[in-house]
């Protein structure tokens, strides 16, 4: 049985997921905006992956016995001006939220609720690959700078990127 507190958290968190989502459909239209349709592409994939994130924790919910509540979805307030500033925000974003999920496994740990330490670990593990992956992309595009042609090969090779649900199916 999950105390309130922690169910509320994890309702917390699978709102942060959606948020997430959310944020990455925002910046998907952003990338669009510029042209950028393969960074387009990456962020379409990313948002999906944040709905598996989310949904995750609500099946987990559903599994202990214990109430999903569904809160408010944030409008991602962004307006990026460049590639750059697109991973850069998303780069902050998972930086949040690999905070969150740390001070969730904390609660759990604490409340000695080890299964939901046990399912958060893979969040932990996801928000270590999650953030090197964008900080990665960062770094290459701070060295392309303003090679135009270097960026456009750039997004090319971030839109073949896949949707995503392949890569959670395969987990
Ligand atoms: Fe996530
Ligand atoms: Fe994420």
Not at 11 to 25: C, D, K, P, R, T
Not at 32 to 59: D, I, V
Not at 112 to 124: G, K, N, Q, V
Request: glycine share 4%; net charge negative.
């Amino acid at each position: 049985m999950l105390t309130k507190e922690l169910e509320q958290k994890i309702n917390e968190q699978i709102n942060m997921e959606f948020v997430s989502a959310y944020l990455y459909l925002g910046l998907a239209a952003a990338c669009e905006g510029m042209n950028y349709r393969g960074a387009a592409q990456w962020m379409r994939a990313q948002a999906e992956e944040e709905k598996g994130h989310a949904m995750r924790l609500f099946e987990y919910l559903i599994e202990r016995n214990a109430k999903v509540e569904l809160l408010d979805i944030q409008a991602p307030k962004v307006s990026p001006k460049s590639l750059l500033d697109v991973f850069q925000l998303s780069l902050k974003h998972e930086q949040a939220v690999t905070a969150s999920i740390d001070k969730l496994y904390g609660l759990a740990f604490e409340q000695r609720s080890f299964s939901t330490a046990h399912e958060l670990s893979w969040f932990l593990k996801e928000q270590i690959e999650e953030e090197k992956q964008v900080r990665d992309i960062v770094r290459t595009i701070e060295m392309l700078g303003d090679d135009a042609a270097a960026l456009l090969d750039l997004d090319r090779e971030l839109g073949s990127r896949s949707n995503g649900t392949e890569q959670a199916a395969s987990e």
